[in-house]
């Protein structure tokens, strides 16, 4: 008498393990390429323009202004009432004055503490208006310093400059 191998017998599961294999490498290189991609080239290949030193601007109070080089001027601007606080929604516009970008994102991260880094792309009005929303975390500090980084892309080039802002935290 003659006996069938099931249809799960050994012949048929090696291919499928060979298929599930492959599968699993092809997703893990797509994962660890995008993954690379996103933290490499993210703020690497960006010309930065330090904030002008002879002027003191303060976000809480007031829109902050630098200049990119000679292309042209950025102005950070975070309208709240009074002052900026952590785990509020805040609304932050970029005005560019002389640079037309593609796109403009605005990250928060801590100047002496890692807090991570929090990136928020905003919506174009125009070339050169730019709105979105941001939110700082809270830290355990009384106050923490955050540095606003601006990173404009621009047809040319990515470029950027930041603001720093001292934000003391909420009171329960």
């Not at 002027?55 to 042209?72: K, M, R």
């Not at 928020?120 to 310093?145: K, N, W, Y």
Request: charged fraction near 25%.
């Amino acid at each position: 008498m003659l006996l069938r191998r099931p249809f799960w017998s050994r012949s048929t599961r090696r291919p499928r393990l060979h298929l599930l294999i492959v599968v699993t490498l092809v997703t893990l290189v797509v994962a660890l390429w995008y993954l690379l991609r996103y933290q490499l080239s993210d703020e690497h290949d960006v010309t930065w323009y330090p904030p002008s030193a002879t002027i003191t601007c303060n976000l809480h109070e007031a829109p902050c202004s630098t200049e990119i080089g000679d292309a042209g001027r950025v102005t950070l601007a975070i309208p709240v009432d009074g002052p900026i606080k952590p785990l509020v929604i805040l609304p932050i516009e970029v005005t560019l004055e002389g640079i037309e970008a593609d796109r403009v994102v605005v990250s928060l991260e801590g100047v002496d503490m890692d807090m991570g880094t929090y990136r928020f792309p905003l919506e174009a009005e125009s070339a050169q208006h730019f709105v979105g929303e941001g939110q700082l975390s809270i830290c355990t500090r009384d106050t923490m310093d955050w540095r606003v980084r601006v990173v404009l892309e621009t047809p040319r080039e990515r470029m950027g400059s930041w603001f720093d802002v001292a934000v003391e935290r909420n009171e329960p």
